[in-house]
């Protein structure tokens, strides 16, 4: 059974178009985050949900909107695509906050691409 | 400033042994995590250290010293397998316990 899964796994589309990322947690944890890692592979929080509550909001452009109808899901909704968007997004999910060794587990990416 | 360094890309030769190393600046230190990621994949947990000295899990170990921002992976008996990149990341508490991420080391194993 996959852990975290997200999709769609690719994801090619035009400037100035709308599109939306889902992710799913089966793993009962209660922290889900949403990554961007860029061509130079940094890897960037975005946002982060603690028990559907957002709790990390980074300097990221109001075009992109998180939305955790649940525990077990984070979606990504992006409007108004750029060409600067195009990379890969990772959802992960981390049992909680409590204790400072939880790591965290990684869906597999969506690579995102915006001609 | 929040701030993490590793080299870019090292090569090591299959059966020897390789240390990476990582250094950070950081405010509210809450832990320290290694990654391993192969390319076109998501990032895989290796390890986790909040107290000084050593951690050993099978072929992999990692060390902290707090007091000098400092810390390595060390992978023994290198396999072809373990051509990936391995990123650093510093749990940090004054920002929600978020992670604050190395670039990655790129380690190349050649035959």
């Known amino acids: 059974d996959t852990a975290v899964s997200q999709t769609p796994k690719y994801l090619v589309t035009q400037m100035g178009n709308d599109k939306s990322i889902k992710c799913e947690q089966n793993?009962?944890?209660?922290?889900m985050y949403w990554y961007k890692q860029d061509s130079k592979k940094f890897l960037k929080i975005m946002f982060s949900y603690n028990n559907k509550e957002l709790i990390i909001n980074e300097t990221v452009p109001n075009r992109f909107s998180p939305k955790s109808p649940d525990k077990a899901h984070l979606n990504l909704h992006i409007n108004s695509l750029e060409l600067g968007d195009s990379a890969v997004y990772f959802c992960?999910?981390?049992?909680?906050?409590?204790?400072?060794?939880?790591?965290?587990?990684f869906g597999p990416g969506t690579r995102l691409t915006v001609t | 400033g929040q701030n993490i360094d590793q080299p870019t890309e090292m090569t090591a030769t299959e059966g020897a042994i390789v240390q990476i190393n990582c250094t950070y600046q950081?405010?509210?230190?809450?832990?320290l995590f290694w990654y391993q990621q192969h390319a076109g994949e998501a990032p895989t947990f290796l390890s986790y250290?909040?107290l000084d000295g050593l951690e050993e899990k099978g072929r992999f170990s990692s060390f902290l010293s707090r007091s000098k921002g400092y810390s390595y992976l060390l992978l023994k008996e290198l396999q072809m397998k373990d051509s990936a990149s391995y990123l650093c990341a510093v749990r940090v508490k004054d920002s929600n316990y978020q992670l604050i991420w190395g670039a990655g080391t790129k380690l190349i194993i050649k035959p």
């Open positions: 950081t405010s509210g230190f809450n832990g």
């Open positions: 992960a999910s981390s049992p909680g906050l409590a204790d400072p060794s939880y790591e965290q587990y």
């Open positions: 250290n909040v």
């Open positions: 793993l009962g944890h209660d922290t």
